[in-house]
């Protein structure tokens, strides 16, 4: 067969093609996904429907997109929901990143550490730990369908709050397992700190969202720099633009790239990690070398472990019956943002007095880091004239993993 | 003991949800493992085997010119085709809007001198010829599991002809329909174990439609409860596909 299958960067949510101009010192990520016009897709629909609709932009994070899109509809029709279901909300939210960091650092990431082809190939070298990433994938897949109906594609959460929510006794079980589970996720993780991460360092602003607790749903964006901004601004202050090598849109803040997720959220919240989070992190950050993302990623893993926790003790006695509120449908327009695993995801609708979305705008982590991720490949080819042409490529490759881009989600 | 099978787990344009449904797998895909070998997945393997292989599962829709260059290849090299998700079998969620609206949209978001390369929205049975298809936004791991392994004994593998509405009843829930909710049930494909109106959410239909579904006079049932607007919204989502109907209509005229 020809080529065709094989250029694509492997072990990435999505379809990109990695071009170097090494006379320039130029690379480009191409990415090829074909149109997926999610943000078409839901003009002329039902406001109801946007949640599931959006969802399916990305298979590894739709909780994160079902949520954005309800708090984004909830500004636009005035709703306030009550404590308990903003809480549950965040019980769903810490999974969601709970389970795509699983999945990106140990499926998709540790291979490049180990010099192995594929994370199957653990359970040959390292059973111990591959036993140890079986159980925390289970738990994070069961923990969401528990709450969300299925573990992907969410169903119960609208706009209002939840369908159904499960009993009690069945948070405090699945909490049980959490707490079981917790020493093996820490050890898994101090594997991260362990790993040989390649010296890099470019400073660059950092961005995430203002919230009580370490980040997951807020109203303000908070950055390195210093100037913070309302979610409601920020199509003012981050701009996209098309580039013609690819379907995805690069994103830009006063004309320069920025990195949003693991990295930027510890970066900036390192104090409001969880105990044992926080013991993993003391000494390794702040950091400019984005290779140790996964690093951050080790730390979240464990520190949302801990979140969903504290959270399942917080909603005790909430009366679960009272799952969803009523509200009026009525004319209006509301951005909301939420922290998904790769940070700040932001959705927008407008909707006419039925209800009916007549506008709609979302931009997803991957895509503001985009310009990031192509500045450090270039910061790479700058500081690697001693390594062959292959072997720049495929740092750079490995770079591009250590952001866990999701391709899918930047082509929406 | 005999070779392995050659599997291969290839995604186009889509959300990836299906294939991840193969790691939810956990300890059972290294069973799996026993009988069968993955030579080519890109999105947990390095290093990629060009075929031939046993069975290719392809999920997603084919939506560049390389995505369909690739699945005819695909087509050459592979035993069997299974179409994985409703992207993949059906124009999934990309076929919710019809090609003229697509051709708009895309110059909304990206400049009004963008062309699209692929125009159209089709399922892979379009281009090329497909032996199995699972149904499912995302396909559930069950039903993979039973696919998966009804391709290791050689056993012949049977759809289910019967709607969600089979399984919903079997759990006892209140009729959702009867409640005056637009539920999709009695028209969409069962296998789902009745999963929406088991938590109160009526379905939406991501199985797509039943065998000998009688989606007209449903149509006409379901105007009546939200409007003819919002019945037909409803039905474009995973029943009909107005990327298909277009399709339908000129074939009618020509």
Not at chain 2, 35 to 45: G, V
Not at chain 2, 52 to 70: C, K, N, R, Y
Not at chain 2, 130 to 158: A, F, N, Q
Request: proline fraction near 5%; charge should be negative.
């Amino acid at each position: 067969m020809k080529e065709i299958l094989g250029h694509y960067i492997t072990k990435i949510e999505g379809h990109g093609k990695l071009k170097v101009d090494f006379s320039k010192e130029r690379a480009e990520l191409n990415v090829d996904e074909g149109e997926r016009l999610f943000e078409g897709l839901v003009l002329g629909r039902n406001y109801e429907d946007a949640p599931l609709i959006s969802a399916r932009i990305c298979g590894v994070c739709p909780t994160a997109h079902t949520f954005a899109a309800i708090d984004a509809l909830e500004n636009a029709l005035d709703i306030k929901v009550p404590e308990h279901i903003a809480d549950y909300r965040k019980i769903m939210l810490s999974l969601q990143t709970f389970q795509s960091h699983v999945l990106h650092l140990f499926f998709l990431a540790t291979p490049d550490y180990l010099n192995i082809d594929s994370a199957l190939d653990l359970a040959e070298k390292n059973p111990a730990v591959f036993q140890i990433v079986l159980g925390l994938k289970r738990l994070a897949d069961e923990g969401i369908e528990l709450i969300g109906g299925r573990s992907i594609h969410p169903v119960t959460p609208v706009v209002g709050g939840f369908t159904k929510l499960p009993d009690y006794h069945e948070l405090l079980l699945y909490k049980n397992r959490l707490e079981k589970n917790l020493v093996h996720a820490i050890e898994a993780a101090k594997l991260f700190a362990k790993f040989h991460y390649p010296h890099m360092e470019r400073e660059r602003e950092y961005l995430s969202l203002q919230d009580s607790s370490y980040p997951l749903i807020g109203e303000e964006v908070i950055s390195s720099m210093g100037k913070s901004f309302k979610v409601s601004d920020y199509q003012k202050n981050i701009s996209e633009k098309v580039n013609s090598y690819s379907t995805a849109k690069f994103s830009t803040k006063d004309g320069k790239g920025f990195m949003v997720g693991s990295i930027a959220r510890v970066n900036l919240k390192f104090q409001l990690l969880n105990k044992n989070a926080l013991d993993l992190a003391k000494g390794l950050f702040p950091t400019n070398n984005p290779f140790k993302n996964n690093l951050a990623q080790a730390v979240e893993m464990v520190h949302y472990m801990e979140e969903i926790i504290l959270l399942i003790d917080k909603v005790k006695g909430a009366d679960v019956a009272a799952s969803r509120i009523s509200y009026e449908v009525k004319a209006g327009k509301g951005a909301g943002c939420i922290e998904a695993p790769r940070g700040l995801l932001f959705h927008y609708y407008e909707l006419n007095s039925k209800g009916i979305i007549i506008n709609c705008d979302i931009i997803t982590p991957t895509a503001q880091n985009l310009t990031s991720i192509e500045d450090d490949a270039d910061e790479l080819l700058k500081i690697n004239h001693h390594l062959s042409r292959k072997e720049q490529e495929q740092q750079i490759e490995m770079l591009i993993r250590a952001y866990d881009p999701c391709i899918t989600c930047s082509v929406h | 003991m005999k070779d392995k099978i050659k599997v291969a787990i290839f995604d186009l344009t889509d959300c990836e949800g299906c294939e991840l449904q193969f790691l939810a797998f956990r300890e059972k895909l290294l069973d799996l493992e026993k009988s069968i070998e993955i030579t080519n997945w890109r999105l947990a393997k390095a290093k990629n085997d060009n075929g031939p292989f046993d069975v290719a599962f392809i999920e997603g829709s084919p939506l560049t010119l390389d995505d369909i260059e690739m699945i005819k290849e695909i087509r050459q090299s592979a035993g069997a085709i299974v179409a994985l998700g409703d992207c993949a079998s059906l124009a999934g969620i990309p076929g919710i809007v019809n090609p003229r609206e697509r051709e708009a949209l895309a110059r909304k978001v990206y400049g009004k001198n963008y062309e699209l390369a692929v125009k159209r929205v089709y399922p892979l049975s379009h281009y090329i010829t497909i032996d199995y298809h699972i149904r499912g936004c995302p396909v559930t791991e069950p039903e993979l599991e039973y696919v998966v392994s009804s391709l290791i004994w050689g056993k012949v593998l049977s759809p289910k002809p019967f709607p969600v509405c089979l399984q919903c009843k079997a759990k006892e829930n209140h009729c959702l329909l009867l409640e005056g909710k637009a539920c999709l049930g009695p028209i969409t494909k069962g296998g789902c174990g009745a999963l929406c109106p088991s938590v109160s959410h009526r379905c939406y239909g991501c199985y797509g439609p039943a065998k000998g579904a009688n989606i007209e006079p449903f149509k006409k049932h379901l105007s009546e409860v939200v409007g003819r607007d919002e019945a037909s919204r409803q039905l474009h989502f995973f029943i009909t596909n107005p990327s298909m109907e277009e399709e339908n209509k000129e074939k009618k005229k020509a």
